[in-house]
T-cell receptor, first 112, second 109 residues
Framework: DAGVTQSPTHLIKTRGQQVTLRCSPISGHKSVSWYQQVLGQGPQFIFQYYEKEERGRGNFPDRFSARQFPNYSSELNVNALLLGDSALYLC???????????FGEGSRLTVL | QKEVEQNSGPLSVPEGAIASLNCTYS??????FFWYRQYSGKSPELIMS????GDKEDGRFTAQLNKASQYVSLLIRDSQPSDSATYLC?????????FGKGTRLHILP
């Protein structure tokens, strides 16, 4: 079975632009979480969705939004990009709401 | 948001020795605890989960949980160079999985 897939893998944006990151979970997994990881730090929780409903939100500004679709795939949107948004964005899926997460390879965002 | 604390390291351990990684958490209500391994340039992968006090063994890995003292540890026996990585402690708090900053482990050949 395919693992968690994320797209794009790398992207470069300029300040003020908007970005959409996409994630497809492992088949059968109903929960998707998004994390931001900067170099030398652990992943920072952004959102968790389960059965298409938001079930958790981390300490990120309203510029960050996400949604989960009927097929359980998910998108993370970031508006009005700042230099500090440059990071690796990780998507993880799980069967149910648990901490046993399976991560994708991430989308590396660079904001210039 | 409650904290999950880890020593950032690096922790250097000779090959064949036992590596001991520690983690403390501040939310006494936390119920689920996890260890992830992250190789440089890769995404985290789950290696252990533990839900009740005591020890849980899986091959060369042993996770230990002490809820009264609010700490979780991971022991790696017979350390191998391939164990060199960053080890992330994660704790479930409500509907959030909170990660520590990770401990860099370096196994010396």
């Amino acid at each position: 079975d395919a693992g968690v897939t994320q797209s794009p893998t790398h992207l470069i944006k300029t300040r003020g632009q908007q970005v959409t990151l996409r994630c497809s979970p492992i088949s059968g997994h109903k929960s998707v979480s998004w994390y931001q990881q900067v170099l030398g730090q652990g992943p920072q929780f952004i959102f968790q969705y389960y059965e298409k409903e938001e079930r958790g939100r981390g300490n990120f500004p309203d510029r960050f939004s996400a949604r989960q679709f009927p097929n359980y795939s998910s998108e993370l949107n970031v508006n009005a990009l700042l230099l500090g948004d440059s990071a690796l964005y990780l998507c993880a899926s799980s069967l149910v709401l648990s901490g046993e997460l399976f991560f994708g390879e991430g989308s590396r965002l660079t904001v210039l | 948001q409650k904290e999950v604390e880890q020593n950032s390291g690096p922790l250097s351990v000779p090959e064949g020795a036992i590596a001991s990684l520690n983690c403390t958490y501040s939310d006494r209500g936390s119920q689920s605890f996890f260890w992830y391994r992250q190789y440089s340039g890769k995404s985290p992968e789950l290696i252990m989960s533990i839900y009740s006090n005591g020890d849980k063994e899986d091959g060369r890995f042993t996770a230990q949980l002490n809820k009264a003292s609010q700490y979780v540890s991971l022991l790696i026996r017979d350390s191998q160079p391939s164990d060199s990585a960053t080890y992330l402690c994660a704790v479930r708090q409500d509907d959030k999985i909170i990660f520590g900053k990770g401990t860099r482990l370096h196994i010396l050949p």
